[in-house]
């Protein structure tokens, strides 16, 4: 069974919610994908209005977009909000190393090994969905461990929408998480050294960033220098 990385919701409206939500987590539905409320209603046997309101709330989480009189589709990103959602990401996730090393007990290393092993043998098997699933839930797992449902909550939108930047700018099919940086966060937690953990996460989800969306702010191409290359030409053809 295909588990959601977000918390349940219920009812039908929640199942339509947490199938696209993690359609989109997963990278089977890219960007641009359209998602038209009647088909996807059918499929479900609910009604336009329930898939429109699990539309609207993954309108909400930054991973549809909702254009009026027009079928929504899978957002996609621009470098800017790209930039923005793993700026807020690092924050968070440094605090939830932060809170995980103090309450730290011989339950979550146990849990956490067993998915970095998960990991690695998803990753040996070639198994790229499963690889990007459970690096994504690498990091909704520790936030869990941190006792916050906020910040469990923050955690999914960001790990989520990050997902959906790395099928944008990242190479297709790919988390980017590498695994062993999550055992360096496992072993900084496991020394119970808050401040190592905290930047362990920190360089993480940098490397994460860069190795998916570039390490330099590439330059939007600026419209009005090209158009200005191209006028004197204009002016020779219209002589
Ligand atoms: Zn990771």
């Known amino acids: 069974m ?4 977000g918390a ?4 039908r409206g ?4 947490t199938v696209l939500q993690q359609a989109i987590v997963d990278q089977a539905l890219p960007p641009g994908t359209r998602l038209p409320e009647d088909s ?14 699990a539309l609207q709330r993954l309108a909400a989480d930054g991973l549809v977009e909702m254009k009026v009189k ?5 957002a996609r990103p621009s470098l800017e909000e790209a930039r923005a959602v793993f700026e807020v990401r690092r924050c968070l996730e440094r605090e939830v190393a932060r809170l995980v090393a103090e309450k730290w007990n011989d339950g979550f290393a146990a849990r956490l090994a067993a998915h ?11 198994d790229s969905k499963a690889t990007v699933r459970l690096a994504a839930e690498f990091h909704v797992k520790l936030a869990g461990m941190s006792g916050n449902p906020l910040l469990v909550r923050y955690v999914t939108e ?30 900084a937690l496991a020394a119970g050294d808050a401040a190592r953990a905290a930047a362990a996460m920190d360089h993480h989800v940098a490397l994460v960033e860069r190795r998916g969306v570039g390490g330099e702010t590439a330059a939007e191409p600026d419209i009005g220098e090209i158009l200005a290359r191209y006028l004197p030409l204009a002016a020779v053809a219209d002589a």
């Open 2 to 5: 295909q588990r959601g990385i």
């Open 14 to 17: 929640g199942r339509v919610y």
């Open 70 to 74: 027009r079928t929504a589709t899978v």
């Open 116 to 126: 970095i092993a998960e990991e690695q043998q998803a990753a040996d098997g070639g």
């Open 40 to 53: 996807i209603g059918a499929q479900f046997g609910v009604s336009r209005t329930i898939v429109r309101a």
């Open 8 to 11: 349940s919701s219920a009812g």
């Open 158 to 187: 960001v790990v989520s929408r990050c997902s959906l930047i790395l099928s944008v700018f990242g190479r297709p099919h790919q988390s980017e998480c590498a695994i062993g940086e999550h055992r360096t966060i496992l072993e």
